[in-house]
């Protein structure tokens, strides 16, 4: 296994890419600690999932935009495992769609405090208790090309974390290293709350692979950063897009 005798946080687990994130990392041999907010039936599913596979998990309810959350999902991973070896910054959203016209500060200062300002919260609290190991970052093809429609204040925070990656892939480096997911139209209730069905039945027609990504996909991309199989990658930003965007 590719992860024995290792932890994981998988923040935001409880569905989609992370649940698929923490479900693979954990048949890997990983003892994972998964955050949700409100899925609490999602999270638990993906526990029981694990635990019925003869695996490790646990789910902590928590406010990744406040310190206090944080420390909650932080403190319960060390104290039910002892450390931390992998962290999946994976939590974060759009909010809504809204021209730079229409939003406010509020708004603004939300999406950025969702996507961007949690990522360094849960990064710093976890290099607390890593002494080697992987951070995997959740970015977005919006940060390479500036998103759809309304989601200016998206595509900068996840621009923003593409940066960040590098920069942490310097500063933490050689015992920790640091890479990121440029994920395009993934199949999840992302796309199922902010993009039109016309939308993403013209991406599958248009992308190389006519189709959709899967959230396995993306966690099989996670499981290969997150283990040694990368041992000489760090700093990267890597797209999964169906060949949507080149970089």
Not at 127 to 152: E, F, K, T
Not at 187 to 213: M, S, V, W, Y
Request: glycine share 12%.
């Amino acid at each position: 296994m590719k992860l024995a005798g290792k932890t994981a946080i998988i923040t935001g687990g409880g569905r989609d890419i992370g649940a698929a994130v923490a479900i693979t990392l954990a048949r890997e041999g990983a003892a994972v600690a998964i955050s949700y907010f409100e899925s609490s039936n999602g999270a638990d599913s993906v526990v029981a999932d694990i635990e019925a596979e003869g695996g490790k998990a646990l789910a902590v309810q928590a406010d990744l935009n406040t310190q206090q959350g944080v420390d909650s999902l932080v403190g319960a991973t060390i104290e039910a495992y002892g450390g931390v070896d992998v962290l999946v910054n994976n939590a974060g959203g759009l909010v809504a769609r809204k021209t730079i016209a229409e939003m406010d500060l509020d708004h603004w200062n939300t999406v950025m405090t969702l996507n961007l300002t949690s990522t360094f919260m849960m990064t710093k609290a976890c290099l607390a208790h890593m002494a080697s190991g992987a951070i995997v970052n959740i970015a977005s093809q919006a940060g390479r090309d500036g998103g759809g429609p309304g989601a200016v204040p998206y595509a900068t925070s996840k621009g923003a974390v593409m940066t960040m990656t590098r920069g942490l892939a310097k500063e933490l480096g050689p015992k920790i290293r640091v890479n990121a997911l440029c994920p395009g139209m993934i199949d999840t209730d992302f796309h199922n709350i902010h993009t039109p069905d016309a939308g993403r039945r013209g991406f599958e027609a248009n992308a190389p692979l006519k189709r959709q990504g899967h959230v396995n996909d993306a966690a099989n991309l996670v499981l290969f950063l997150a283990c040694d199989d990368s041992a000489f990658m760090t700093g990267t930003n890597i797209d999964i897009n169906g060949g949507m965007l080149f970089s």
